[in-house]
């Protein structure tokens, strides 16, 4: 260590930054387990308390008590629509251009095909080589059944912008990379695609909840995500879309069920699309997922953005001081970015990513002892930030198991040779 290195931070440290911490009140809204440190919101978000109390009066009140009329007197058949518009004020949305609806993937093959239709012209379907595959592989499964001459272009991420040109109809891009927190400059990109024609599909699964996200200031023209990761709306939430204002009349998407009719109870034989962002729903919202994701993304509206931001950076910082000055030996790699900012280009998101040959076995020693991150293959570890329910605390004890489990080569037990089916 040289001279003029900042000293490294102790447990007490720790704990005096978490009672001058502003957020440190919402940590008590998630139930969070006895002994365990969590570490993988960026993959499930924890249970809000606040979910089973709302998910019920919705099961024994409203189903309950008012049977079938609780679509109209409960809104249960606007919710993806009066949803959308409550998570717009986290993404810089406006209303009606959000529908929360389907499933990440289901959705971006819909905001696909209609991007792809409002460029018939052009190809090319513009990509990096570390998209988070179910995007690839719907666009794989898009262009096949268009059967119209698509193709799906993957770059790395440093040579997107050489790659845009004339002959690409959408750029296609997920903001935050999953496996090392990597972000891509949306307004910049989404500029530069635009600047020769090219439409923007986001896809904010690893973004909405971890970073301030301001689509319409980006100009994007279409988005997705999910809500069960950093908005923590439970295993399998409801997905959600995004279609900018000035493009809702000319996007059609293929799935076109009678709830995106422009009249469903008319029970029309021919498809006629509603107005707006409804022709992107396409059946019965189900109804359990959406109050709770409604109950869950209360508490991210009532948290200041700025203060996540700046707190996850804070957390993640700590992480990575602690790691390489306790773990250094044992050849943990850092393989996420090591810059972060609370302003754009924000350049890495929630989680911090080391990269370890034992990589799997690590993860898997570290559950044992209560601290849970997760893998990805082939090698790296992924830790997630999320400020509403970390401390400084917990970043510090995490570190303390994370050096007892390399020290006392906790990793190497063989039962870690065979990986589980979800890691
Ligand atoms: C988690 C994730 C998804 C998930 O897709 P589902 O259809 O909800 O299973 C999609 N894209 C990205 C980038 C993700 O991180």
Known sequence: MTASSPPIPTRADCLALDAEDSLRRFRDRFALPEGVIYLDGNSLGPLPKSVPERVNRMLVEEWGGHLITGWLKDGWMDLPLTLGDRLAELVGADPGEIAVVDTT??????????????????????????????????????????????ELRMVAPDDLSAALDETVAV??????????????????????????????????????????????????????????????????????????????????????GWLGHAEPFAFDLDYRPADGIRRHVCSSPGVIGLVAFEAALDIMLEADMAAMRGKSIALQELFITLVESQCGDFGLQLASPRKASATVPYLRGGQVSFAHPKGYGIVQALIRRGVIGDF?????????????????????????????????????????ADRASVT
Request: some cysteine; charged content about 20%.
């Open 105 to 150: 993937s289901v959705n971006l093959f819909k905001m696909l095909s209609a991007a792809l239709a409002m460029r018939p012209d052009r190809k090319v379907i513009l990509s990096t080589t570390d998209n988070f595959p179910t995007d690839l592989y719907m666009a794989q499964g898009l262009g096949a059944l268009l059967d119209k001459g698509h």
């Open 171 to 256: 750029l296609m891009l997920t903001e935050v990379d999953f496996k090392t927190g990597r972000v891509h400059d949306m307004a910049r990109l989404t500029a530069a695609a635009h600047e020769v024609g090219t439409l923007t599909l986001w896809d904010l699964a690893h973004s909405a909840g971890a970073i301030p996200v301001d689509l319409n200031r980006s100009s994007a023209d279409f988005a997705v995500g999910c809500s069960y990761k950093y908005l923590n709306a439970g295993p399998g939430g409801p997905a959600w879309l995004f279609v900018a204002s000035r493009h809702q009349v000319a996007a059609h998407q293929p799935l076109t």
């Open 376 to 416: 990805r293959d082939p090698n790296i570890l992924r830790f997630g930030f999320t400020p509403l329910y970390v401390d400084f605390v917990d970043v510090f004890d995490a570190v303390e198991h994370l050096k007892a489990v390399l020290n006392h080569g906790e990793h190497l037990d063989p039962r870690y």
